[in-house]
């Protein structure tokens, strides 16, 4: 295993910093126009009233909301009722993780 010293990495990469520097075109950057970029025809498209998913998404959110702060709730009152880690031993079923 060959290990050079400081001063020759730092030769090794100021060699490679000029090579990537000299192999790339200079670019003006102050001065340049932002690219331009071709969308082709823009059309606007009538939207159609409420769908039936959307009702359902409607609904669901505040009973998501309502339960989030059950949840809160029980866990103020008693912290353990809603810790999933531990599972109470005559329990019959569960999804082990």
Same mark, same amino acid.
């Not at 990537?20 to 970029?37: E, K, Q, W």
């Not at 009973?63 to 949840?71: D, H, M, P």
């Given at each position: 295993?060959?290990?050079?010293?400081?001063?020759?990495?730092?030769?090794?990469? &100021?060699? /490679? /910093?000029?090579? /990537? *520097? $000299?192999? $790339?075109?200079?670019?003006? %950057? !102050? *001065?340049? +126009?932002?690219? %331009? !970029?071709?969308? &082709?025809?823009r059309k606007t498209f009538a939207v159609?009233?409420?769908?039936? /998913?959307? +009702?359902?998404?409607?609904? !669901?959110?505040?009973?998501?909301?309502?339960?989030?702060?059950?949840? +809160?709730?029980r866990i103020r009152d008693n912290p353990s009722s809603a810790d999933?880690? *531990?599972?109470?031993?005559? +329990?019959?079923?569960?999804?082990?993780?």
């Amino acid at each position: 295993l060959e290990v050079e010293d400081e001063e020759n990495r730092q030769q090794r990469i &100021g060699n /490679l /910093l000029e090579q /990537l *520097n $000299s192999s $790339s075109p200079p670019r003006n %950057t !102050f *001065n340049a +126009a932002p690219p %331009t !970029f071709e969308f &082709g025809e823009r059309k606007t498209f009538a939207v159609d009233p409420p769908s039936e /998913l959307l +009702a359902r998404i409607q609904d !669901f959110l505040p009973r998501l909301k309502e339960e989030n702060e059950s949840l +809160a709730q029980r866990i103020r009152d008693n912290p353990s009722s809603a810790d999933i880690e *531990n599972i109470e031993e005559d +329990a019959e079923q569960y999804i082990e993780m």
